[in-house]
């Protein structure tokens, strides 16, 4: 839970301070005043949390953690269905990133407000699946005239050995027989 907590603090502080404050506020700011500013944000936050805290001894969240893992699904399904989408389709367009930065919240609120059975994992991974797709229908309707084509570090060694795709693949195979197992 701390480590949750932490994580979040640090990801909202930074987010905060550095793309919002720097980018859109301030742009010629001190590496200290935005240190101090991050710090600043950060303790707010924890206000904030603190003034929220007794509001999850609510029954319905099942505690803190289980909260923490619920309201991240506002935001990863669509941020990695952006990263994943844009990695592995060349010729997706910025348009199909901000729509599944935009859908993604509100397709896991409107999941979280009408389907309140469904456990939040299967919320999110429908999620995912639906702002992957608008991102197809969005990339098949406009799609960049030329691919982007990513960098490669001619310096790096990226091969995989067999240990390691053996690992993965049993990683792979006990989520998926958890899965099974516990759905």
């Known amino acids: 839970v701390i480590s949750s907590l932490a994580s979040m603090l640090n990801s909202a502080s930074t987010i905060f301070t550095m793309d919002l404050?720097?980018?859109m506020l301030d742009r010629k700011a001190s590496q200290s005043r935005l240190l101090l500013l991050g710090r600043a944000t950060t303790a707010a936050f924890v206000v904030v949390?603190?003034?929220?805290?007794?509001?999850?001894?609510?029954?319905r969240f099942g505690g803190v953690f289980n909260y923490i893992q619920q309201f991240q699904g506002y935001i990863w399904p669509g941020v990695v269905a952006a990263?994943?989408?844009?990695?592995?389709?060349?010729?997706a367009p910025g348009a199909a990133g901000v729509a599944a930065?935009?859908?993604?919240?509100?397709?896991?609120?409107?999941f979280q407000a009408f389907s309140q059975k469904?456990?939040?994992?299967?919320?999110?991974?429908l999620t995912f699946g639906i702002v992957v797709a608008i991102m197809a229908s969005i990339t098949f309707l406009r799609p960049l005239e030329t691919p982007?084509?990513?960098?490669?570090?001619?310096?790096?060694?990226?091969?995989?050995?067999?240990?390691?795709?053996?690992?993965?693949a049993a990683v792979l195979a006990a989520v998926a027989v958890f899965y099974v197992i516990f759905w």
């Open 49 to 59: 949390g603190c003034l929220l805290a007794p509001k999850l001894a609510d029954p």
């Open 83 to 91: 990263f994943l989408f844009g990695m592995v389709v060349p010729k």
């Open 148 to 168: 982007k084509v990513l960098p490669v570090r001619e310096d790096l060694d990226t091969r995989t050995t067999p240990e390691v795709k053996i690992a993965a």
């Open 118 to 125: 469904l456990h939040f994992l299967i919320q999110v991974a």
């Open 101 to 110: 930065l935009i859908c993604g919240p509100v397709i896991y609120g409107l």
């Open 21 to 23: 404050y720097n980018r």
